[in-house]
């Protein structure tokens, strides 16, 4: 199996990238008008993986990187309450990683939410990452992960981060330890986070994929490729019937702005081709902004 390491260098420019860009979101986004929430949000047939979820979840790795993110800084006691009051909003949908080191929060918040009525997200990493990650073997990595988290089971087990159009190749025993993880219901669907394109194109047409997770907004900030070559990418996905996630929405912090906001949602909503999305929401107004928008662009 092809083990890529991260360097060094791309470890820190990678990691002060994406904290940057968060911090962006933290510091600016409150300047910015929110929209208070009046209703909550709906729920969505996720392609044809037989699941539905809440049309928002809840992205735990903002600025996610080396076991950390901006939810876990927020600590135990206010990711659980932000959690809750996402929950009480209709967000029932955790995206989680072990990249992240989210596991142990979204248990925590589990203790005040009922598992039933929630669908959790995880991904793997299938290649190091220099300094402070080592691959395990996948059983390793379930166990654990079903242990940090308390569950008994998975509604969608991705493998994270695809970088380039031979995963499918490359990562086979983790594909098969995956299929086999499903045939026991211990997984409900599985598939890939893409952050290529050549990843996503495979992605969006092999058939062992149910759910792919891709980043789309209409600036084609922090993407894998133009908007426009990315929708068609997604329109293919859909088409083939996965369940297309959408994911660095406002662009990793570059679209923050009310107007950018607005039309990244419209952009992402209205094309059809997005059954829902990830959004790194990090406060209760920023909940509330983004249930009001999301909501009235969808029943628009």
Same mark, same amino acid.
């Given at each position: ?12 420019? #990678? ?31 996720? &392609?044809?993986?037989?699941? #539905? ?11 996610? @990187?080396?076991?950390?993110?901006? =939810? $876990? ?52 990493? $299938?290649?190091?990452?220099?300094? @402070? ?17 308390? #569950? ?10 695809? $970088?380039?159009?031979? @995963? ?16 026991? !219901?211990?997984?409900?669907?599985? &598939? ?15 058939? @062992?994929?149910?759910? +792919? +997770? ?26 083939? !019937?996965? !369940? ?8 990793? &912090? ?10 990244? +949602? ?5 094309? &059809? ?5 990830? +959004? !790194?929401?990090?406060?209760?107004? =920023? ?14």
């Amino acid at each position: 199996m092809n083990m890529k390491k991260t360097t060094r260098r791309e470890f820190i420019q #990678t990691g002060a990238a994406a904290l940057a860009g968060f911090a962006t979101v933290s510091a600016g986004i409150t300047g910015y008008g929110f929209a208070p929430s009046v209703n909550g949000i709906d729920k969505v047939k996720l &392609g044809k993986t037989g699941l #539905t979820v809440s049309r928002v979840a809840l992205g735990t790795g903002s600025g996610g @990187w080396a076991k950390a993110s901006n =939810q $876990t800084r927020l600590g135990m006691k206010k990711f659980v309450e932000l959690s809750q009051y996402a929950y009480d909003k209709g967000i029932r949908f955790f995206d989680t990683a072990d990249m992240y080191g989210s596991h142990t929060y979204v248990r925590e918040a589990l203790k005040v939410i009922p598992r039933e009525n929630v669908s959790i997200l995880t991904k793997v990493m $299938t290649y190091d990452q220099e300094g @402070w990650y080592k691959t395990e073997p996948f059983q390793t990595s379930l166990d654990r992960f079903r242990k940090e988290i308390g #569950t008994e089971y998975f509604d969608i087990f991705l493998l994270h981060c695809m $970088t380039n159009g031979k @995963w499918s190749t490359e990562y086979r025993l983790y594909m098969d330890a995956l299929s086999e993880a499903k045939q026991k !219901g211990i997984v409900k669907s599985v &598939g890939v986070s893409c952050h290529d394109l050549d990843a996503m194109i495979e992605a969006a047409n092999n058939p @062992w994929v149910d759910v +792919l +997770l891709a980043r789309i907004n209409p600036r084609g900030a922090k993407m894998d490729g133009t908007p426009e070559k990315i929708m068609k990418v997604l329109e293919t996905a859909r088409l083939n !019937g996965k !369940g297309v996630i959408g994911m660095k929405v406002f662009g990793m &912090g570059e679209l923050i702005k009310d107007d950018q906001r607005e039309e990244s +949602l419209n952009y992402v909503i209205r094309s &059809g081709n997005v059954h829902c999305m990830t +959004l !790194g929401l990090e406060s209760k107004e =920023q909940v509330d902004d983004a249930v009001s928008r999301v909501m009235r662009i969808a029943n628009s």
